[in-house]
Every structure is written in structure tokens, then in C-alpha cells.
């Protein structure tokens, strides 16, 4: 135990002697080294090495605190964010316009001559030329105005006259002094569109407070068919066929645009289905079946439509006694078109159909009900085009061929 002893003492006092070198040769090479770096930070500054150094011109802020150290407030970062979505809505967002409908007073109020607005929609600018501009918007939004009122993206108003308006499709045309237009929307293909393409809603959602609203979606349907109850009275009288969206679309933003990501008008919006337990389906015209219908409104005012000269009712609408007492159908014969009246003169009557002829085969199609008459009629027959009919009358199936003219609808 003594060797022990005497050996650790001994080890102890060599350890402590060479501590204190250490520690001399470590401080002598601080006091070098301090020397060295006070040397070169001017020839460093001079030269424009030394990182995180603030001049005084600079706007950098900073903070002194109580222990004279120095913190740097750091600036607010401003980002860039521009994706296709921005790029689209800046191309086309301009375009589309808010539209007031302005509607005299009722004979009942105080003032039998006073004009007041009575709704509110949207509309798309989709074309100038020389000092007028043409707005496209829905029948509804339209519809009853003794005035029109377009709003412009910067809030300029700008009276507006109505070109035309088309109940079936929903769809009217405006026109406006171009004078404070300075884009105007291109139209794309909606029938190059896909399950699942990103499309965005561009419009005036409940009036001027939520102008220009954007909301961003998908394309949720294709070719949906919405009945449509023109004179309400409970019956169906057209089917539209539209795009299905979940991309918000709230009332104001009828008659707005729908756009794809190159910034291109492929729908025009009309509807949604506003139940309790419904949401996300919202309803916009196909910019293909829309253009015709917008020429025509420009160019004519109206719609230019073959005509028949008939008063129609389907079929399955007339109860089975008077089927067969009165159409005098086969028993198995329980769809068609009757026809209630034949107006004289009439390319129907010119063909030699008459009153309880009932309708069953156009150029070798089946028609159901009036429905399938109108599609037939409407979007696969022009003016001037002859049309082949198949029907009943006293219990005999007949054929003839009319040629179709331009009057009014049916």
C-alpha cells in the first residue's frame, strides 16, 4: 500500500507541473491569435469578405438590449406565388362582368314610375368590335328587366341593351359601349373535356359584395341531362344538357364563366342543385352547344330553329281511356306525340298530318314523348331540311315527309 502511495503522490505533482504548461502555451496562443484577427478585420471589411456586416445606409433593423448584444430583426419574405390557377384567373377574370336587372315598380307601389334593381347575375365579355362589346349571360338573369345594367371588374356601370334571349337554353346576349373594355374571354372546346379536369368558377355570387368570387374545382359530369319545366306547370318540357362541378356556384354567379386552366370559357354557368342534403353539383352550359345559340342571338336576336306548326302532347301524359277511345292506339302502341292542333299553312300541315295524329318515328328514330321530338327537331335538324314521320291515325300507321321552315318554336 505504501508503494501505492508514494506512486500516486509522485504522479499527482508531475500532472499538476504539466497542467501549468498547458495552460501558459493555451493562453499565450489566444493572445496571438486575438492579435491576428483584430489585424485583419480591416483589410477583410476593406475587401467585402466579413458576411453579416450592416452598413449604415443598409435597412436592416436591429435591437440593442441591456447586455449590448445585437439582434437582427428579420423582414417580412415576399413570395412570388403565380401557378396555372393565378395564370388562368388573370387571363380571363377581367372579362366577367356583373349584371343588374332593373325592373319598374308594381302599379300598387307609391311611385307607379319608379325602376328599381330587381336581381343580380354575372355575364362574360366575349367579344369587341369596333365601339361595342357583346356580353353573354343566362335567360334568367335577364329575364322581365325594363333596364340592364353592366358592372365592370373596376366597378364602372355601363348601361347595357338585350340583343336576344333564349328560354330553352338559357342563354342571352347583351351588348355595351366597348369604350371601357379592354379584354375580352376566349372560348375553348368543352367537348375535349375530362372526368376529373381542374376547372374554376369565375363570378358575382350573392351581388356586388362577393364580385369577381373565384372557386376552384373539378369536372364531376359530363353530359348530364336536368329536366326543365319552361312554363311551370309541372311538366317537363325540355331536358338541358350540362356540366356537372363541384366548384362553387351560389347565386349572383349565374351566367358567369367556367374556365379551364388555360384560361378558356368552356362553360357558362347557370344552375345548381340547391337541396337540403345536396352538395357540390353545379350546373354550366357546354360552350359548344352554347356558340350557335349566341350567334344567333347576336346576329338575329332570336334562335333560328326549324318549325313545325304543331301543338304537342305526349303520349304517356293522356290517360289510357282516351288512348284508345280517342288516338285510337294499338294496345301495344303507349308512347308517341299526339298532336293537339296542326296551325294551317304549317310545314306539318303542308305534309298532311292533322289533329290526334299521333307521332312515333322520326327519320327512323323512336319518339317517346315530346322530349325526344324537340332533341330530334332542335339539335339534329336544320331550316330547309325535309324530315321523314311515321304515325298513327285511326288505329293506322302512316308515313309522311315534310320540310322543315324557320318560325317559331314549338
Sequence with gaps: MGYYDEYSQERYRGQKGKRGGYFLASLAGAIIGAIIVLLAIPALSNQGVLPYTVSPNQNTATETNKTNQQKVIKQPISYDVTTDITKAVDKTGETVVGINNIQSSSFWSDNANAEEPSGTGSGVIYKKEGNKAFVVTNHHVVEGATKLEVTMSDGTKIPAKLLGSDIWTD????????????????????????????????????????????????????????????????????????????????????????????????????????????????????????????????????????????????????????????????????????????????????????????????????????????????????????????????????????????????
Excluded at 332570336?302 to 303520349?315: A, C, F, I
Excluded at 339534329?380 to 331540311?385: S, V
Design 171 to 410: 342563354l342571352a346576349v347583351l351588348e355595351i359601349d366597348a369604350s371601357k373594355v379592354k379584354k375580352v374571354a376566349e372560348f375553348g372546346n368543352s367537348d375535349s373535356l375530362k372526368m376529373g379536369e381542374t376547372v374554376i368558377a369565375i363570378g358575382n355570387p350573392l351581388g356586388a359584395t362577393f364580385s369577381g368570387s373565384v372557386t376552384q374545382g373539378i369536372i364531376s359530369g359530363l353530359k348530364r341531362t336536368i329536366p326543365v319545366d319552361i312554363d311551370q306547370n309541372g311538366v317537363v318540357d325540355w331536358q338541358s344538357e350540362v356540366l356537372q362541378t363541384d366548384a362553387a356556384i351560389n347565386p349572383g354567379n349565374s351566367g358567369g364563366a367556367l374556365i379551364n386552366m388555360a384560361g378558356q370559357v368552356i362553360g357558362i354557368n347557370s344552375m345548381k342543385i340547391a337541396q337540403q342534403a345536396v352538395e357540390g353539383i353545379g350546373l354550366s352550359i357546354p360552350i359548344n352547344s352554347a356558340k350557335p345559340i349566341i350567334d344567333d342571338l347576336e346576329k338575329f336576336g332570336t334562335v333560328k330553329r326549324p318549325y313545325m306548326g304543331v301543338d304537342l302532347k305526349s303520349v304517356e301524359e293522356i290517360p289510357a281511356y282516351y288512348q284508345e277511345e280517342a288516338l285510337k292506339l294499338p294496345r301495344d302502341v303507349n308512347y308517341g306525340v299526339a298532336l293537339r292542333q296542326v296551325v294551317p299553312n304549317s310545314p306539318a300541315a303542308q305534309a298532311g298530318l292533322q289533329e290526334l295524329d299521333v307521332i312515333v318515328e322520326m327519320d327512323g328514330e323512336k319518339i317517346n314523348d315530346v322530349i325526344d321530338l324537340r332533341k330530334h327537331l332542335y339539335q339534329k335538324k336544320k331550316i330547309g331540311d325535309k324530315m321523314s314521320i311515321k304515325f298513327y291515325r285511326d288505329g293506322k300507321q302512316k308515313e309522311t315527309t315534310l320540310t322543315l321552315t324557320g318560325e317559331k318554336l314549338q
